[in-house]
């Protein structure tokens, strides 16, 4: 910026005040906000006009004095310009501010420049070590990361060397207060009144300061303003008493002690939290409000285009209705049978008529929510009673999936006796006609009332248990999918992917599986498709999402991977895949996505752009190996791919179970 000289005497009094008055514009034009610059750096720049006036000042007077003369030059008569007045003043008084250094030129900087090799900071060619510094903190010494990971640390000197000094006022990337031994950081922190780096400059300082320049027991302090706004609002008045007293509020902070990964990963999930959330929205029971809503509309996808698997299921049914009709004096069978073609039917079922009520709601009616409903009941209660050796918990396949590490009380929702009491509550609370794994009052009008004028009375129950942990920030989450980390079980796998949980694995299905395989011999593609469909009908009455119904899969060996949005596609049978009502959910979905997620504002796309930015200045990577029919679709998911949400299906081996996905 360049100001130009006006001779006094050609102003009159009125253009000097605007004169005056063009000064707070001018300091406003050189204030430099956090921001990005072409490296995706998070650049930060002087916090408060006493900063900016120290920086332009060409004496570099102490800031908080500056500040104090500004307001008093302001309201005099004077025709000098600031920095003149102010000069003119000292010569007057013989009292002089104190004079900040401030280093401009490289040999000035290259003296404090810290440089890492070998897992060590070397200062001046010397390991570098503050534990003799007697500034401001003892043992400790300002320090400054550039634009370009160069570190400068400084012992700090209230009055003398501040954070501004380190690289002459400058926008840097990070900036605080650093402990070192030996070489070797002790404590990082963001310490800095001149610049109040925030959480994505600590972090980045962090992150681009090699690991191994850090002890083993180092410890990372982020200091936050409990009240930014008001402090500022407060410290840049033209009021001294009220500049005092925002000296006494900026004092007022939060302050966090932790260790590098644990600060690492809080820092993901804050970013996440505070500049994301119109992104990773979340529903009331923790699950990401898109996965939800996706696994909602490909469930009705899926079940509106039964006449791909219809085939499969009647054929199944046939198997039942036969096992139903050759025990037909069976009593025990025959009572089990009646009330549950009542609940299913709503019809009146007797002992007379049970049998051709049977044969039309198994083999001619096209309710399939029910059938598949009915599928439960009937391998769990009702095929013990025919047939005690096939029963499921004496079959080999049921005690291979049926495994701690899927079923203990851990992995699953509440206790098996509230569960139980929730499944025979009538109160409409508990009661649902809506579609999907989403809570009622979250899920989308078009859903809402999908149940209605169906076949009988079905009403299914929603359950929704929030999984205890805490969930880990998409950055984290994706690191675990990419890496295809096996968790020890399935709450741990839950928790580290950041899976929509509803309840855990599906239990009923280890029950129908089990006897399907060893006793139906269905085959392994057979399975699969059965699997498909039986996880959109748990998906659609709120059981179950579909991965707590697919995980059985992998304990038939089958393969599977999870790679956040689109591990269902390793489910989808290639005939659903090429299939027309498929193929108009794919084009469809993105806007029933941007209906009811909402759109960003501009300033939620700047926030977001720069979150994007500092991901990819810590290199994170986005994953792009889908195919060419799934890139399509991802960019109609418009909703996530102006969010830059990595999508992808990963690479998986079949092991000669499942044909390879079209």
Known sequence: MTFVKVKADLLTPAQHLIAKQRWKKALDAVRSNVRQDNASVPLLGLSETAYHLEKLDPQHRRGKNLIEEFNIWKKSNTTQNFFDWLNTKEERTGKLLPRMVYRVSDEEREKIHA??????????????????????????????????????LAEHQARRDVHASLQGGNRVSATGMIKVKQGKIAVLTNFSGHYHPGLKNLV?????????????????????????????????????????IGGKVSKQFIELTMSRKEFISFAEKKLEKDNNKFIYKRDTKNNRYENTLFESHLAKAILDNDETWRPLILKINQWIYDIIKDNQQNKKMVSL??????????????????????????????????????????????????????????????????????????????????????????????????????????????????????????RPSKYFYKLKGERLSYEEAQKNRDS????????????????S?????????????????????????????????????LTACGHHSMYECMILARKLE???????????????????????????????????AEA?????????????????????????????????????FMSRFSFLTKRDTPYSVPEYEDKGHINRPS
């Open 115 to 152: 440089q890492w090799r070998d897992g060590l900071l070397f200062l001046d060619g010397k390991p570098c070590d503050t534990t003799e510094y007697k500034g401001k903190i003892p043992g400790f010494a300002a320090y400054s990361l550039s634009a370009n990971n160069q570190l400068f």
């Open 596 to 632: 009811h997620i909402p759109k960003l504002s501009e300033n939620e796309t700047r926030m977001h752009q720069t979150y994007v930015n500092v991901q990819r200045a810590m290199g994170i990577k986005k994953i792009s190996n889908a195919s060419t029919n799934e890139k399509t």
């Open 501 to 537: 949980f509803i309840s855990g694995a599906s239990g009923t299905t280890t029950k129908i599986i089990a006897p399907l395989k060893e006793k139906m011999n269905l085959t392994d593609i057979e399975l699969k498709e059965y699997l498909m469909v039986r996880g959109a009908v």
């Open 558 to 592: 089958f393969s599977i991977e999870y790679n956040h949005g689109f591990y269902h596609n390793q489910f989808i049978t290639p005939a659903v895949r090429e299939s027309k009502p498929y193929k108009e959910f794919l084009d469809s979905y993105s806007s029933v």
């Open 204 to 244: 980045y300082a962090v992150k681009n300061i090699p690991a191994d320049c850090f002890l083993a027991d180092s410890k990372i302090v982020f200091q936050e303003l409990k009240f930014p706004r008001l402090t500022k609002w407060l410290r840049e008045s033209k009021y001294r008493f009220l500049r005092e």
């Open 484 to 499: 295809k980390h096996q968790a020890i079980t399935f709450r741990e796998e839950m928790i580290g992917r950041d899976i």
């Open 337 to 458: 049978i009646v009330d549950s073609l009542k609940e299913h039917t709503g019809l009146s079922v007797n002992k007379k008529n049970f049998l051709t009520i049977a044969e039309q709601f198994l083999l001619k009616s096209n309710n399939w929510v029910n059938l598949i409903l009915f599928h439960g009941i009937f391998f769990e209660k009702i095929y013990p009673k025919i047939d005690k050796e096939g029963a499921y918990y004496n079959l080999a396949a049921y005690k291979k999936i049926r495994t701690d590490d899927l079923f203990a009380p851990e992995n699953r929702g509440p206790t098996v006796s509230l569960k139980r009491g929730l499944d025979k509550c009538k109160h409409p609370f508990y009661r649902s006609s809506a579609w999907g794994i989403m809570p009622d009052v979250e899920t989308p009008a078009e859903l809402s009332h999908y149940f209605e004028n169906q076949p009988g009375e079905h």
